[in-house]
């Protein structure tokens, strides 16, 4: 099946500095990616949808400034999460729909995020 | 896409079958039923799905009703690891639209 790797698998931050993590698909193109924020003992919010070669569409009430996203290529997408704050601290997850099993969506693994 | 409500946590037996309904009393024709499982600290994982006929793989059955107004998911011989959160989730085929996840059934298999 598809695999969607994400990098890194956990990352550790002051406040007031940025992270970048990023998504890519291994064995296929994704020319669309979405992006999921999950705090503890909740379901996955969906943040944006992530365009190759556009601008990013964001869910309601995501700030876009502050979730910088960047699709770059048809293998990659990438989040910055600027300025990161405490509450930013949560469980990142990418995901891809894949076209030629009737764009099934593939997960990676996720990256958690802790902000001090 | 159709709304869809599940039980917050079931529990059963290691070995038995694990039922895991969802009412999706919205849905609309070319909606498909999907299941998706998340084990802790894990990306989710794609189980199964349907339109209206019932499903079977290596992981799992659908069972869809006639009215398609719900649906159960088996796991026939649950293992300690099955024990996940199972989100049930409706949505048209062949799009690229993004998956809303609801609150999900948060299972546990017990020894």
């Known amino acids: 099946g598809a695999v969607v790797s994400q990098h890194p698998s956990w990352v550790i931050c002051k406040s007031g500095t940025s992270v970048k993590i990023e998504c890519r698909s291994l064995d296929f193109q994704a020319t669309t990616m979405f992006w999921y924020r999950q705090f503890p003992k909740q379901s996955l919010m969906l943040m944006a949808t992530?365009?190759?070669?556009?601008?990013?569409?964001?869910e309601q009430g995501v700030e876009k400034d502050k979730f910088l996203i960047n699709h770059a290529s048809l293998t990659l997408s990438t989040l910055t999460v600027t300025s990161a704050h405490p509450e930013d601290s949560s469980f990142y997850i990418c995901?891809?729909?894949?076209?030629?099993?009737?764009?099934?969506?593939?997960f990676g693994p996720g990256t958690r995020l802790t902000v001090l | 896409d159709a709304k869809t409500t599940q039980p917050t946590s079931m529990d059963c037996a290691e070995g038995r079958a694990a039922n895991l309904p969802c009412n999706h009393s919205?849905?609309?024709?070319?909606?498909?039923v999907y299941w998706y499982r998340q084990i802790h600290s894990q990306g989710p994982q794609y189980i199964i799905h349907g339109l209206k006929n019932n499903e079977t793989n290596e992981m799992a059955s659908l069972i869809i009703t006639e009215d398609r107004k719900s649906s159960t998911l088996i796991l026939p011989h649950a293992t300690l690891r099955d024990t996940a959160v199972y989100y049930c989730?409706?949505?048209?085929?062949?799009?690229?639209?993004?998956?809303?996840f609801g609150s999900g059934t948060r299972l546990l298999v017990r020894p």
């Open positions: 989730i409706v949505r048209v085929l062949n799009s690229s639209y993004k998956l809303i």
């Open positions: 919205t849905i609309s024709g070319n909606e498909y």
């Open positions: 992530s365009n190759e070669g556009s601008k990013a569409t964001y």
């Open positions: 995901s891809a729909p894949v076209v030629s099993v009737g764009n099934e969506q593939f």
